[in-house]
């Protein structure tokens, strides 16, 4: 069915404190490799002891791992300024009896600009956040990896943060088994034409007008953020770039997307409420 994954793992997100399934999130370090080097992206971080610290995160060979830096939270630590959300680090790691162990770490960008403004950093972590959702222990992902280290570099230079998390959302579900079909009718299979169309997010995909008026889970959506939808799925981020995105647009496409986000995931998402207080703000 367009826009529903075949197989979907039913396992809960990893919370911080949660240690008793550690061993279940790290199945992608190899049991005959003592020491590893990785590339990855510090997703988030937790407390841990008197001086350690949790770190979840994405990493280019081995995909999603939680790992332990010992001392981390010491003064005199100089992996600390190496480790923070969002910085894309190389490692080393070496194989502990629980955890994977940080002995090494060297920042390879920390993207200065996102965190000096608090609208990028509230879509840095929205980035995050979706990542963490829909993806488990389930090994290398390259593509996903490019996305998310793409994105960040995105947010961190870009003068419309938001053109970059709009593609970021529509590639995801691309990475992650959850294409939604937007050119052709999910009911009936005639190609969509260029008019306002509806929406189902319990069908995966779009609706024509005549199928879409009978759909009781079918909502409207624009033919102006349906076109910008259909051109992410199909370019890659330079082509994408050719058309403009609206604020009318984004607002529509936003709240979409993430009640679409939210209906696959099952659970709502933490990070847009603070994106909308922060805009607020402003």
Not at 51 to 63: K, N, Q
Not at 111 to 131: F, H, P
Not at 195 to 223: H, L, N, T, W
């Amino acid at each position: 069915m367009p826009g529903r994954r075949v197989q979907r793992h039913r396992q809960g997100v990893i919370l911080p404190g949660m240690v008793e399934r550690v061993n279940d999130y790290n199945i992608g370090m190899p049991e005959r490799i003592r020491s590893q080097r990785v590339e990855a992206v510090v997703l988030r971080h937790a407390d841990w002891g008197e001086a350690d610290r949790l770190l979840w995160l994405f990493t280019r060979e081995l995909g999603k791992l939680q790992v332990v830096a010992k001392g981390l939270r010491k003064p005199r630590s100089r992996k600390a300024g190496h480790l923070e959300p969002f910085t894309r680090v190389e490692l080393l790691l070496a194989r502990g009896r629980d955890l994977p162990i940080v002995t090494q770490a060297e920042a390879k960008d920390v993207y200065l600009k996102l965190r000096e403004d608090l609208v990028r950093v509230g879509y840095a972590s929205y980035v995050v956040e979706l990542l963490d959702r829909f993806t488990y222990e389930e090994g290398e992902n390259i593509g996903l990896y490019r996305l998310l280290s793409d994105t960040l570099t995105r947010l961190n230079g870009e003068a419309q943060p938001a053109f970059a998390v709009r593609y970021y959302e529509i590639r995801l579900l691309d990475l992650v088994g959850f294409r939604p079909q937007l050119f052709q009718c999910v009911n009936c299979g005639e190609e969509i034409q260029a008019a306002d169309q509806y929406f189902s997010f319990e069908k995966g995909g779009v609706f024509c007008p005549r199928c879409g008026e009978r759909e009781p889970s079918a909502r409207p959506i624009s033919m102006p953020a349906l076109r910008i939808l259909r051109h992410f799925q199909r370019s890659k981020y330079g082509e994408a770039q050719r058309v403009r995105l609206s604020p009318m647009v984004d607002q529509e496409l936003e709240t979409l997307m993430g009640n679409y986000l939210t209906y696959l995931l099952e659970r709502g998402l933490n990070t847009p409420a603070f994106l909308r207080r922060v805009r607020k703000a402003q």
